[in-house]
């Protein structure tokens, strides 16, 4: 499993609004790269308070514009999922939000960077290596 870093802001009632560095695993399956499909998750949760005293829940205009500032090189960004759900624990009940990145690998780059080369000079290679032994 990768990890791939999403630079991001947070606010809340009990922070300041600053930027951060947030890290989550993503599950990588490779057996079909360069064609291959990513997700990433992020969960946020409190630790202080239950969801008797705060009730978390996502807004879907912050959600909307972390579409727009998501760029990455290799990936195409094609789905941006939420949920929320109610965890239980000895304390109480706590809300933890979880947002998951769904991306798909560009293939172009590879397909013209390494496989389109590579095939080349191969073929290049046994046609002459073939005429010189000959």
């Not at 929320?84 to 947002?99: C, D, I, Q, S, V």
Request: aromatic share 16%; hydrophobic share 35%.
């Amino acid at each position: 499993m990768e990890t791939h870093t999403l630079k991001g802001r947070y606010h809340t009632n009990y922070h300041r609004v600053g930027d951060t560095l947030l890290e989550g695993p993503c599950q990588m399956d490779l057996t079909r790269f360069p064609f291959d499909n990513v997700t990433c998750s992020l969960t946020f949760e409190s630790f202080n308070y239950n969801t008797d005293e705060v009730e978390m829940s996502w807004s879907t205009v912050g959600v909307a514009k972390m579409r727009e500032k998501i760029e990455l090189a290799d990936y195409e960004l094609t789905d941006i999922s939420n949920k929320r759900n109610k965890e239980t624990y000895p304390a109480g009940f706590w809300h933890e939000l979880t947002m998951s990145f769904h991306f798909k690998r560009r293939a172009g780059w590879y397909i013209l960077q390494a496989y389109l080369p590579t095939y080349l000079t191969i073929t290049i290679c046994e046609l002459f290596l073939d005429s010189y032994f000959i």
